[in-house]
Structures are given as C-alpha cells and as structure tokens.
C-alpha cells in the first residue's frame, strides 16, 4: 500500500465540510500524534468486551462494526469509509459493546485518548464536531434499523449503495468509479438478506440501467432514480454545512 500524506489531513477535510472549524482550530488537530498501521483483509482491530486506549482513523480501505449471535451468526451494523473514526465513544465508553474489522486491506491511525481528551478539553469546537460525528454515527444506526425494519429488499440494497456513494463522495471519493468492494456476502449481513436476494437486486439494479458493480467499483448511472428507487434522503448524513448550528 503507498505512502499517505499527513495522515490527519482526511479527518481534517471531513471535519472541515461538517463542522467548518478554523484554521488554528485545523492545526490543533495536525498536532495529534498518529501511529499508522498497514492491516490485512478480515483482521478483528477490537473486540467486544475490550478495553480500548485508542481511537482509530479510517486513512484507507474499508471496516465493519459488527456483533455476533450465540450460534455464530454476524450481523453488521456500520460499515466505515477513509476519513471515519469508528469508536469515537470509547473516549467515554471504553470498553467495546461490538467488535470492530476490516473488510479490505487498510491503513488505520491510531491516537491515544490522552490526546484526544487533551484536545477536547482545550478547544471546545474541536470538542463539538468530533461529538457531532458521534452523533451522525447515531443518525446512521437508526436509519438503518427504519431500512431494515421496513423497506423491501430491493430498496435497501439501493439505500446502502446511495449512502456509502454519499459518503465517499463527503471525502472526495464520489467520482465513477467508486471503490465498492462489499461482498455481497457482506451486504447480507447488514441488511438481514440472504446471498441470493442480494444477487438478484444488484442485477435488478443493473438492468434497471441505475449502476454497475465491476471488479470492487461501483458506476452510478442515474443517481436521482437511484435515490427515488431507495427512499434515500441524505439529511440523517448531516453533511450539509447549512445544517450547522
């Protein structure tokens, strides 16, 4: 995997789009201490019930929160693009309540708590918008449980294509094509679908001339009958600035 820049610096643009922080708001985050992983596919970075003195950054690749039943069974609950920190409330909840993967080959940072907390406590902007991307990871939880408790198949396989879309493209990744590399395996397990229901949507979806999935990327063709076929509404995303208060 290639070198990264500043590895801050894609937590900076995201923070930057949501929350609009300044500019010595910005250098107070490039002074972060980061230590930079490179970690193979399927690698468990937490597991539920640890205790964790660490948040990760999200610099490449793909990640999964995750549970498991008593019989083995994996239900995803959140998937994570470059720019998430996954586990932001183990600053006030330490110990895991869920586990945390990759699904592709990736490149974490991980910062300290201490460091974290320090910058928290000395600016209260910085505070206020890495709270406020707990909060959306909330928004997110409960409008996946709206997709999965009510929508057909069809449309919740679409609502999880329009949102990762959207939220690549908030860190500068929404150009065709899109990295997607979820297995359908993978899709699944977070929309309580079996392998089959979700090859039959993604090729409903193709024919209906909305997108194609090639080789782990994703072309949008019509992005507004994508959004309609999904019931997608991006407000839970909060990536409007005018949404700000």
Same mark, same amino acid.
């Given at each position: 995997?290639? #070198?990264?820049?500043?590895?801050?610096?894609?937590?900076?643009?995201?923070?930057?789009?949501?929350?609009?922080?300044?500019?010595?708001?910005?250098?107070?985050?490039?002074?972060?201490?980061?230590?930079?992983?490179?970690?193979?596919?399927?690698?468990?970075?937490?597991?539920e019930?640890?205790?964790?003195?660490?948040?990760?950054?999200?610099?490449?690749?793909?990640?999964?929160?995750?549970?498991?039943?008593?019989?083995?069974?994996?239900?995803?609950?959140?998937?994570?693009?470059p720019?998430?920190?996954?586990?932001?409330?183990?600053?006030?909840?330490?110990?895991?309540?869920?586990?945390?993967?990759?699904?592709?080959?990736?490149?974490?940072?991980?910062?300290?708590?201490?460091?974290?907390?320090?910058?928290?406590?000395?600016n209260?902007?910085?505070?206020?918008?890495?709270?406020?991307?707990?909060?959306?990871?909330?928004?997110?939880?409960?409008?996946?449980?709206?997709?999965?408790?009510?929508?057909?198949?069809?449309?919740?396989?679409?609502?999880m294509?329009?949102?990762?879309?959207?939220?690549?493209?908030?860190?500068?990744?929404?150009?065709? !094509?899109?990295?997607?590399?979820?297995?359908?395996?993978?899709?699944?397990?977070?929309?309580?679908?079996?392998?089959?229901?979700? #090859?039959?949507?993604?090729?409903?979806?193709?024919?209906?001339?909305?997108?194609?999935?090639?080789?782990?990327?994703?072309?949008?063709?019509?992005?507004?009958?994508?959004?309609?076929?999904?019931?997608?509404? !991006?407000?839970?995303?909060?990536?409007d600035?005018?949404?700000?208060?």
């Amino acid at each position: 995997m290639p #070198n990264s820049p500043d590895p801050i610096e894609i937590l900076i643009r995201r923070l930057q789009r949501s929350a609009g922080l300044e500019t010595s708001e910005l250098a107070e985050l490039r002074n972060l201490p980061v230590d930079v992983h490179d970690v193979a596919k399927n690698e468990t970075l937490a597991h539920e019930g640890e205790r964790v003195e660490q948040c990760i950054l999200l610099l490449e690749g793909f990640l999964i929160r995750f549970q498991h039943t008593r019989d083995g069974k994996r239900q995803i609950l959140s998937f994570y693009v470059p720019g998430d920190i996954p586990d932001l409330q183990t600053l006030h909840l330490p110990t895991m309540d869920h586990s945390l993967a990759t699904i592709t080959p990736a490149r974490i940072g991980r910062i300290p708590h201490k460091a974290m907390r320090e910058l928290c406590h000395r600016n209260r902007r910085v505070a206020d918008a890495l709270w406020r991307e707990t909060l959306i990871d909330a928004a997110v939880a409960r409008t996946w449980v709206r997709c999965v408790g009510r929508l057909t198949a069809h449309a919740r396989v679409a609502h999880m294509l329009c949102e990762l879309h959207a939220r690549l493209d908030a860190v500068g990744l929404g150009e065709d !094509p899109v990295p997607m590399p979820i297995t359908q395996a993978d899709f699944g397990d977070a929309m309580g679908l079996s392998v089959v229901q979700i #090859n039959r949507t993604l090729r409903d979806l193709r024919e209906e001339g909305l997108i194609t999935l090639h080789r782990r990327e994703m072309i949008v063709h019509d992005l507004p009958r994508l959004h309609h076929a999904a019931e997608f509404d !991006p407000l839970y995303l909060h990536l409007d600035t005018r949404q700000r208060r």
